[in-house]
């Protein structure tokens, strides 16, 4: 079977009939196609290979960019701190507990009122600790929770339970009371 074109070549004369043939079986040989060759062992090991080398890469890949989000988040963190943290002065020591250890920082009246309210937040910075108001300690609580050593405002689950607060209330304490 013959394309147009070939008809209009032949009609004017410039292929002949044996040409036209003979590609006409060479476009239907190139149609046909081969049967797919079955792979042999050392491509399969190869493409196994590069299998194995491109799941490692992407491993590796996942861990550096965790690390890179983990070093952000610390750099936000430090950012927040610098930009938020509350000046302390005063010669009152305001005791707390970090993990095991009992730490305490210097405050004045206020200051200390404030740590009691809620209002502020003692939170963990390099080798020291800082005062940062609310709103800046929730910002630092979405990106590492485990900066913020005391926070009054913010009720811990399970900490203390309704019998409890019922039974305590019967003892009065003095406001002027001090640890």
Same mark, same amino acid.
């Given at each position: 079977? +013959? ?7 032949? =009609? /004017?004369?410039?292929?002949? =009939? ?9 476009? /239907? ?18 493409? %196994? ?6 799941? %490692?890469? +992407?491993?590796?890949?996942?861990? $550096? ?8 988040? $610390? /750099? ?10 509350? =000046? ?8 707390? &507990?970090?993990?095991? +250890? ?14 009691? /309210?809620? &209002? ?13 108001? $609310? ?5 630092? %609580?979405? +990106?590492?929770? &485990? ?7 913010? &009720? ?12 305590? $209330? ?10």
């Amino acid at each position: 079977m +013959r394309n147009p074109l070939q008809e209009q070549l032949l =009609k /004017a004369g410039l292929v002949n =009939k044996a040409k036209a043939a003979q590609v006409v079986r060479e476009q /239907a040989k190139k149609h046909q196609g081969k049967a797919p060759v079955a792979p042999s062992a050392e491509e399969l090991e190869a493409r %196994r290979l590069q299998a194995e080398k491109a799941e %490692r890469d +992407r491993a590796i890949a996942a861990e $550096r960019n965790a690390q890179a989000r983990a070093n952000e988040a $610390r /750099a936000q963190v430090r950012q927040i701190v610098e930009a938020h943290k509350v =000046k302390r002065e005063g010669e009152i020591a305001y005791r707390f &507990t970090d993990g095991d +250890r009992i730490k305490d920082v210097l405050v004045n009246e206020p200051l200390r009122a404030q740590l009691a /309210a809620g &209002t502020l937040v003692i939170v963990r910075h390099g080798e020291g600790y800082e005062l940062l108001p $609310r709103v800046a300690a929730d910002k630092i %609580r979405e +990106r590492d929770a &485990t900066m913020i050593v005391l926070d009054h405002g913010r &009720t811990e689950a399970g900490s203390s339970s309704g019998a409890d607060d019922e039974y305590y $209330r019967q003892f009065e304490v003095p406001d002027d009371l001090i640890w």
